[in-house]
Nanobody, 120 residues
Framework: QLRLVESGGGLVQPGGSLRLSCAAS????????MGWYRQAPGKQRELVAG???????NYADSVKGRFTISRDNAKNTVYLQMNSLKFEDTAVYYC??????????????WGQGTQVTVSS
């Protein structure tokens, strides 16, 4: 059974960087699109970045040019490099599989997420 564990969050100053990791176990993620989502207090969970099984990427307008999603299928892991962080990036970040290799609609179980706090 698929299990997703996010890590790498923390407290960072505006303009700083973090690299999030999402380690999957129980199922190979290689056949799935993968997405990073975030949920800020009082807001709905939103897709931040996605990568298809073929490696094509998609980003929310708010993070384009600052965030980079990548995947290492051999390690069954997905990454999110976050640069030039802003206050509004503060949220709990989650990863999930898509419902197919090219869909970013979340299809797997949610993990516990990792908290990212941008504060001076």
């Amino acid at each position: 059974q698929l299990r997703l564990v996010e890590s790498g969050g923390g407290l960072v100053q505006p303009g700083g960087s973090l690299r999030l990791s999402c380690a999957a176990s129980g199922t190979s993620i290689s056949i799935y699109a993968m997405g990073w989502y975030r949920q800020a207090p009082g807001k709905q969970r939103e897709l931040v970045a996605g990568i298809t099984r073929g490696g094509n990427t998609n980003y929310a307008d708010s993070v384009k040019g600052r965030f980079t999603i990548s995947r290492d299928n051999a390690k069954n892991t997905v990454y999110l490099q976050m640069n030039s962080l802003k206050f509004e990036d503060t949220a709990v970040y989650y990863c999930n599989t898509g419902k197919s290799g090219y869909s970013f609609s979340p299809g797997g179980p949610w993990g516990q997420g990792t908290q990212v706090t941008v504060s001076s």
